[in-house]
């Protein structure tokens, strides 16, 4: 059985390694990036980049929608953006005398959500409870969004003029959060050289909408072992415990954690979980969840150093 399964999804991993190629020459930048966004889509998860302007977050998210050949809409958010202007609304139409539903740019398969802390709180309420239900709600109807959906989402971590930061509870709702960097000298370099025109060029699109639900589908197969089930419920549990934490790891990190995994390993070509695959991806997936009790200024960076120290001092299935 384990067999059929691998020679059913063997195309569809080399298409996942194709993919990967070509974005990292579109992006210079990390390759655990490219490989954590790429799970996340497959996990069928959502990602915060926080990050300070000019990394290449944008280009990032366009050159990802392209290569998987899905739908991608951008929406800015500023300090007076409305729900309406996210979601969309209802227009009156003069011919039949009757308003009907005008969908909203959050109707597509791949959404980059700019700077999602400078929009209001009503208006990032509104857009997170669609990202989650995975519908919007108007005229007493529920119009449904993609199967494909996937927000990046982006924050700038340097200026907090009339931003509203998302609190714990709506942090909780993404599967991973990831900053980008500054480039090596290498890639900066390559950057001021020869890239300009082939940044200019689209990158070919090696997925489709089918296969990136089938690589959806083959996720759920991948092989996670009882043991490293228990792995990642034991230091879950260790965050809700320790006593340098606020806030721990809600069941719900557990089970992101779980799905992230079985992405990555099919992203690294597998059908098993690896307990590096899972110790690798904590950070990504479990940096934003937990509050250190010392507060929210440098939390990030201590959230990292905490949960590094749980890993070690939890024994690691063999």
């Known amino acids: 059985m384990l067999q059929q399964v691998e020679a059913d999804t063997s195309g569809l991993v080399d298409l996942l390694y194709r993919a990967h190629q070509v974005l990292a020459k579109h992006w210079l930048g990390d390759d655990f990036v490219i490989e954590v966004l790429l799970t996340s889509i497959i996990a069928k998860g959502h990602v915060l980049l926080v990050d300070v302007p000019g990394v290449g977050k944008t280009t990032l998210a366009k050159c990802m929608a392209q290569v998987l050949g899905l739908e991608f809409n951008r929406i800015q958010f500023t300090n007076d953006i409305l729900p309406a202007d996210i979601l969309g609304g209802s227009i009156y139409s003069a011919t039949d005398g009757k308003f009907s539903f005008a969908p909203g740019p959050i109707f597509t398969d791949f959404l980059l959500a700019d700077e999602i ?122 965050t809700r415990e320790d006593q340098r934490i606020k806030l721990g790891i809600s069941p719900r ?39 250190p009790r010392h507060g929210r200024d440098s939390d990030s960076a201590h959230s990292h150093e ?12 063999r």
């Open 117 to 238: 802390n400078r929009g209001p709180t009503r208006s990032q309420s509104a857009f997170l409870q669609a990202m989650e239900e995975g519908f919007v709600a108007a005229e007493g109807k529920n119009f449904p969004l993609s199967d494909l959906f996937t927000v990046i989402a982006t924050q700038n971590p340097i200026d907090f003029d009339s931003t509203n930061p998302l609190p714990e509870a709506q942090l909780d709702r993404f599967l991973t959060s990831v900053t980008l960097g500054y480039p090596s000298d290498e890639a900066e370099l390559h950057l001021l050289g020869g890239y300009n025109a082939q940044a200019q060029s689209e990158p070919e699109a090696i997925l489709n909408k089918e296969s990136v639900g089938q690589l959806r589908e083959a996720c759920d197969k991948v092989h996670l072992h009882e043991d490293l089930m228990r792995y990642i419920v034991d230091i879950s549990r260790k």
């Open 253 to 291: 990190g557990s089970m992101h954690l779980a799905n992230a995994a079985k992405a990555y390993a099919l992203v690294k070509g597998r059908q098993h979980v690896l307990a590096e695959d899972i110790q690798k991806l904590i950070p990504p997936v479990w940096d934003h969840r937990i509050l």
């Open 306 to 317: 905490i949960l590094q120290d749980l890993i070690a001092q939890t024994p690691v299935p």
